[in-house]
């Protein structure tokens, strides 16, 4: 219960998907935890454009995983999560419209500015944790 309260509660994440050449790439997003799946939208942030590189990514190798941590310098209080899973975009349609209700109840920056872009869909199958 402990990561779920964790995951929910973290205000940022990484999330990392696989480049068509096999390299990582990995962008900080906003996200929110809905049952099993990870949601993260192309928002309205600063960008040269909505089509962001790791909705190609996921064209081609349709993984991903979201890494969320704590830093602390007290070392006794650091931790990690990472969700891993199979991952879809959402362009449009009831789900994606759903991510992003659920995006706004995370983020009140979402309810003036919804995001334009598509939302990334990661179907969890694995937790893993440290400590």
């Given at each position: 219960m402990i990561l779920r309260q964790r995951v929910d509660a973290a205000r940022v994440g990484h999330l990392a998907t696989t480049r068509p050449d096999g390299r990582p790439h990995v962008v900080p997003c906003c996200f929110v935890l809905v049952g099993t799946t990870v949601y993260s939208a192309v928002d309205a942030k600063p960008k040269s454009t909505l089509a962001?590189?790791?909705?190609?990514?996921?064209a081609a190798t349709p993984v991903a995983c979201l890494v969320v941590d704590h830093y602390d310098e007290d070392w006794r209080q650091l931790w990690w999560i990472r969700?891993?899973?199979?991952?879809?975009?959402?362009?449009?349609?009831?789900?994606?419209?759903?991510?992003?209700?659920?995006?706004?109840?995370?983020?009140?920056?979402?309810?003036?500015?919804?995001?334009?872009?598509?939302?990334?869909?990661?179907?969890?199958?694995?937790?893993?944790?440290?400590?």
């Open positions: 962001l590189q790791r909705l190609r990514n996921l969700l891993d899973g199979g991952a879809r975009v959402l362009e449009a349609g009831a789900e994606r419209e759903a991510a992003l209700e659920a995006l706004a109840g995370k983020y009140p920056q979402y309810v003036d500015a919804r995001p334009p872009g598509a939302v990334v869909a990661v179907d969890v199958t694995e937790w893993r944790a440290w400590p």
